[in-house]
């Protein structure tokens, strides 16, 4: 299993950043699948999370209504449509899967998730 993330970069804020996820799983459909982010000397934090039909979405607080979540299963990708970025959105991204077999619910928390990526960086300047 390998994922894959992509599309960090170094924008100003109020800038735009679309990061994917590629997939390298079996039924890429029936993973949920999130995104946490770690920035420079604080934990990861969880990001975003959709199930495998996009019905059930979960933003954290700290980038509702910027942010958007998305998926294509046909291409086992994940996005995260990043928009009026802002200067603490700055931190290394990840991507993960959640099996919905072991936990049915989708998880806002890292330990429900059982793979992750390598992590795209993300950098805004002010």
């Known amino acids: 299993v390998q994922l894959q993330a992509s599309g960090g970069g170094l924008v100003q804020a109020g800038d735009s950043l679309r990061l994917s996820c590629a997939a390298s799983i079996r039924a890429f459909n029936t993973w949920y699948m999130g995104w946490f982010r770690q920035a420079p000397g604080k934990e990861r934090e969880f990001v975003s999370a959709?199930?495998?039909?996009?019905?059930?979405?979960y933003y954290a607080d700290s980038v509702k209504g910027r942010f958007i979540i998305s998926r294509d299963n046909a291409k086992n990708t994940v996005y995260l449509q990043m928009d009026s970025l802002k200067p603490e959105d700055t931190a290394v991204y990840y991507c993960?899967?959640?099996?919905?077999?072991?936990?049915?619910?989708?998880?806002?928390?890292?330990?429900?998730?059982?793979?992750w990526g390598q992590g795209t960086q993300v950098t805004v300047s002010s």
């Open positions: 993960a899967a959640q099996d919905p077999t072991v936990y049915s619910e989708l998880a806002v928390t890292e330990r429900k998730y059982v793979f």
């Open positions: 959709i199930d495998t039909s996009g019905s059930t979405i």
